[in-house]
Every structure is written in structure tokens, then in C-alpha cells.
């Protein structure tokens, strides 16, 4: 016979082991994947296929373009901007195309440059690792105030610090530019949130988008706002409906930043005015933004947006506005030029680098909120991935590009802006694909170098940031946490996964050195527990996993329809 002490020894030990390593047996029901049709025109091996190291790749540009000592022609890529405006400090300025004549250390007392080659630089070298706040010196996340042009009135991001800097679009009459440039400019402050001035820009940004969505009402169909008139206007460019995903974005991030329910209540509407858009009105970059955004109010602000119109939007090339704006899913001479963004329609099709790289942003993290679209999300990076690199001169044959023969001085780093299915330039007619760029016809007396983007291949460090290869080719390893912003901190790392074979795969993962719990938010289950190091799980064929890195031991629980592992968000469909 057990003595009673015995027994109350036992409980006693059984109930301590409990309370150090629960166990929770997740009992939801696995994740339907939801298509994408323009993805599912997109291969599953997109040819010919190579792996680029993006991240090297990232690491390497900031290395070139930030060294004001390069020697030769066309170098440095960059110069200092001592005009002090908005700020009374120095900037610095980068060229938007390799050999740009209308920019540079002597022309207009240095102060033409733009804020989306300067943002796109400084975020993607951030996420790639780069600590752009204190490089060699220097503090570029702080010269970044300057572009928040106070001077004029406009107290918003703007393309140039000087609203009369008239070199080009994005100078006070074409929506986009604006409005994703204070896209950027709040990615940059949460990854940078006690840099100096930037909590008080990030609120009065917040407040003059709250002020001008409110004079919009139910109607962002303009192609420009004076933010210092606070009026809407129309002219030669086409509306820019989309524009409402961009304010979204800010106005929501600055509801989580600082709990003014105002900017919830704008966010809400932006949305709301795009969700009932009768046609699509994809212009430029936002319109995927609009999709990531919903996907979080969905589940976290109990909006109910179906966000597949957002997403279709974004990818099927029905665009009104601006005719067939999408996502490529094409082969052309052999390549498969899938993923490219860009337009569907201009010369056959043409993908542009940047747009390619900014649709990474909102999409990689799109799947934390809603795994239904893991397996659409994850084929698409695989072939955007691929086909991007056929911008690179070094990644496509002589015959395929407009100036091979000046390739060396972009240093495997700086681009062509952009693949054509058929060239604009009528030398080069009936070559396809043809990678080349637009810059030779900006403006009388540009150089053939024109064709090189600097400030879009400044923002390779969007894909640096998110995409890792494993041991299987094809198969990538996503980071969805990377670009969560204003939620990064409140999360576990998370990876996403696409299988693209015709049969299951095991892929190798490193999980660190603490002991880890994995869970996937697709099957809804726990692959493994109390692992550590590098760990091998299977994914099966033409299908995702989206893993969580779960420290061991941590106490599950459900709060209003949310898997929490101790307090953080694990899956937040969960409870439906």
C-alpha cells in the first residue's frame, strides 16, 4: 500500500513538471489556401532558375554607393547636400540613375536628389543587417528628416527637400510619390524609434494625413495633394485611388504607435473608400500595402475586408487607371519573367526592379495575419526572385540588354530599371527579353549610363532582408517578421516556406541555440518541441508551412480567437 505522503509527493512533482513544460495540443482545423489566379499562371520552376544572393547583394550596394571616395567615371554615386533645408544640417544625396545629369554635387547647390532612392537605401540596408544610424561616422537615418519638407508648409515626406526642385515627377503633383515616401519614412522610424525629431515628424505626418483623408472623405480619386492648401487636385496624371492603401498603412501605424483612436477611424475609412472601388485602380506601389493592412485589421481591429480583391488587384493586370498595372506571368524568349512587377501591357509587358522589390514589403508579412495565402505568397517569391536578377547585366547575356558594354561600373550592384518585352528603343527591336531603362529619356543630354538604376536597386535589401535559401534549390526561406512593422517587436521569428515539387521535400532549418517549439500556422500543429540548433522538417509537395520559432516551454493559451504563446500572438486565426 502507496503511504499517503507518497502520493502528495507524486502530484506535488507532476504539477511543478506541468507548470515548467505545458502541453498544448492545438485542436483548430488546418488552413484552406486560397489562390491567386495570376499566380497560379506562374511556374513552379521557373527557367532558367539561379539563385542570387540578395542579402550579399544588399550589403554589397550600400558598400559602393555610400563610399564618397570612388574614383572614375560617373563615381562617387553619392555627395553632400549643405543647403540645411527643413533642417539646418547636412545631407546627403544620391544619383536616381548611374551618369544622372540633373543631379550631383554641382548642380542646384546639391540639393536635387530623391527621397525614395534615399529611404529605399537606408531601409533595405537596415533590414539587411546594416546599422545605418552610425556608419563610419555618419547617421543617415537622421539626414533622412530633411526630405520632411516643413519649409514649405506641406509638413509631410516629399521626394526632394525643396517642393521646387522640378527634375522630375514627385514635386507636389503626383500622388504617389508622396504617399509612399511617408510609407518609407515610417518603416525607417520603427526600426530607428529614438532617433532624434522623428516621433514628432511620424505624429505631424500622422496628423496631416488624418486632416486631408477627412477633406477626401469618400473619394481619393485625385492625382495630387497640397498638404499646405489642404485640397485635392486633379491634372494630367491619371487618378490615384490607391493611394488610400498608403494612407492606411500610416494612419494605422499610428494608431498602434500612439493609441489615438482618430487615426484608427482614418485608416478605417482609406480602406473603406478603396474596398468599394468599382474597378481597379492600382497605380503605382499601394495597392498590396491596402491588402497587408486589411489583413491586420481583420485580426486585430475586427474589420471583416475580403482582402483576395486587394490581392487580385494588385496581381491580374486589369488596372484601369493606369492601363494593365500588375504582375507579370510570362515566358519571353525562354525566361520566365513571372513575378516581375510592373506593367502587363506597355511593349508587350514591362517588370520594373523597384516595384518588384516594394511588393515584397507588404506581402512577406501579409501571411502572419492570413496563412491562407502562404502557398500564393510563396510561389510568387520564388519566381519574382528569379526573374529579378535578369535586371542585373551580369545575370543576362550581351545580346539581352541595352549597354552591356559599360556594365563594369555598376560593380554587380546597380541595375537595369527594369525587362522589356520588347525594347522602346528602336535599335534594339525584336530582341526579347531586353532589360534596359527609361533614363535616357528623361531629359535632354542624359547618357546612355541613364539606362543603370541606382535608387531602384536600392532597395534590393527589401528581398536581402526577407529571402534565405536552404538546402533544397527552389525551395526559399522567407522571413515574414522582417518587414511587420509597428508588430516585429510583439512577435517570435516566423518563415515561410514553399514546396514547389511534385513530391514532399525535408529542408534543413537553424533554430539557435535556446531550445525551441515549432509551430505552424498552416497545419495548425507542432512539428517538433524542446529542439535546438539545425533541425530538419519535411513540407509536403506544392505546399507551405509557415513556422513559428516558439521558445520552449512557453504556456499556450486562446484570447479572443488568438493562439498566444505566453502573451505574444502565435496564430491569430486560430479560434475561427
Not at 550579399?56 to 564618397?68: I, P
Not at 540548433?533 to 516551454?553: E, H, K, T, W, Y
Amino acid at each position: 500500500m502507496i503511504k499517503p505522503s507518497y502520493l502528495l509527493l507524486f502530484f506535488a512533482l507532476l504539477f511543478a513538471g506541468c507548470a515548467r513544460s505545458p502541453v498544448f495540443t492545438p485542436s483548430a482545423i488546418p488552413v484552406t489556401q486560397r489562390a491567386i489566379p495570376r499566380v497560379e499562371k506562374m511556374p513552379n520552376h521557373p527557367k532558367p532558375y539561379a539563385f542570387k544572393d540578395w542579402k550579399k547583394t544588399a550589403l554589397d550596394f550600400d558598400r559602393y554607393v555610400f563610399d564618397f571616395s570612388q574614383k572614375g567615371p560617373f563615381l562617387p554615386l553619392i555627395w553632400w547636400d549643405v543647403t540645411g533645408r527643413n533642417f539646418r544640417d547636412s545631407t546627403f544625396g544620391i544619383y536616381t540613375a548611374l551618369g544622372d545629369v540633373r543631379m550631383g554635387a554641382a548642380v542646384n547647390n546639391g540639393e536635387n536628389h530623391e527621397a525614395l532612392g534615399a529611404l529605399g537605401a537606408v531601409l533595405g540596408a537596415t533590414l539587411s543587417g546594416i546599422d545605418k544610424s552610425r556608419q563610419n561616422g555618419h547617421d543617415y537615418v537622421k539626414m533622412l528628416r530633411n526630405y520632411f519638407n516643413r519649409d514649405n508648409g506641406w509638413n509631410v515626406v516629399m521626394n526632394f527637400t525643396n517642393k521646387g526642385a522640378h527634375i522630375g515627377g514627385g514635386y507636389g503633383n503626383d500622388f504617389w510619390y508622396e504617399i509612399h515616401n511617408n510609407v518609407l519614412f515610417y518603416c525607417v522610424a520603427d526600426l530607428y524609434p529614438k532617433e532624434k525629431n522623428f516621433e514628432e515628424i511620424q505624429r505631424t505626418i500622422a496628423d496631416q494625413f488624418y486632416r486631408s483623408d477627412s477633406v477626401m472623405g469618400n473619394s481619393y480619386s485625385y492625382s495630387f495633394f497640397d498638404f499646405k492648401a489642404m485640397q485635392p487636385g486633379k491634372n494630367h496624371i491619371p487618378t490615384q485611388e490607391d493611394v488610400a492603401g498608403g494612407y492606411a498603412f500610416v494612419l494605422y501605424a499610428a494608431w498602434v504607435k500612439f493609441g489615438d483612436a482618430k487615426y484608427l477611424r482614418a485608416a478605417k475609412n482609406a480602406l473603406n473608400v478603396l474596398y468599394n472601388q468599382k474597378e481597379n485602380r492600382f497605380y503605382e506601389a499601394m495597392m498590396p500595402i491596402a491588402a497587408y493592412v486589411a489583413a491586420r485589421m481583420n485580426v486585430e481591429a475586427g474589420t471583416n475586408y475580403d482582402i483576395q480583391r486587394f490581392l487580385d488587384w494588385t496581381f491580374d493586370g486589369t488596372a484601369v487607371g493606369r492601363e494593365g498595372w500588375g504582375v507579370l506571368a510570362d515566358n519571353w524568349g525562354g525566361y520566365d519573367v513571372s513575378g516581375l512587377a510592373g506593367s502587363t501591357v506597355h511593349n508587350g509587358g514591362y517588370g520594373f526592379l523597384m516595384n518588384t522589390f516594394d511588393l515584397m514589403m507588404p506581402m512577406s508579412a501579409l501571411v502572419r495575419y492570413d496563412p491562407r495565402y502562404a502557398r500564393a505568397v510563396g510561389k510568387w517569391v520564388l519566381n519574382a526572385s528569379n526573374a529579378a536578377r535578369f535586371c542585373y547585366p551580369y545575370e543576362m547575356p550581351d545580346s539581352l540588354q541595352a549597354i552591356p558594354q559599360h556594365k563594369a561600373v555598376t560593380n554587380q550592384v546597380i541595375a537595369y530599371e527594369g525587362v522589356i518585352k520588347e525594347s522602346i528603343y528602336p535599335q534594339f527591336k525584336g530582341i526579347t527579353p531586353f532589360a534596359q531603362g527609361d533614363g535616357p529619356l528623361w531629359h535632354e543630354g542624359m547618357p546612355q549610363q541613364t539606362m543603370f538604376s541606382v535608387y531602384g536597386s536600392g532597395h534590393v535589401g527589401f528581398f536581402g532582408g526577407t529571402i534565405q535559401p536552404t538546402n533544397v534549390p527552389e525551395i526559399l526561406q522567407i522571413d515574414c517578421r522582417a518587414t511587420d512593422f509597428y508588430k516585429r517587436q510583439d512577435a517570435y521569428p516566423t518563415y515561410l516556406f514553399f514546396n514547389p515539387y511534385s513530391a514532399e521535400k525535408t529542408v534543413n532549418l537553424r533554430t539557435g541555440t535556446q531550445k525551441t517549439d515549432i509551430y505552424d500556422t498552416v497545419t495548425r500543429t507542432f512539428l517538433q518541441r524542446g529542439v535546438s540548433g539545425d533541425i530538419q522538417f519535411s513540407i509536403p509537395a506544392n505546399a507551405s508551412r509557415v513556422l513559428v520559432l516558439i521558445p520552449a516551454g512557453k504556456k499556450m493559451s486562446v484570447q479572443n480567437k488568438v493562439l498566444l504563446a505566453g502573451k505574444v500572438p502565435v496564430d491569430y486565426g486560430y479560434g475561427k
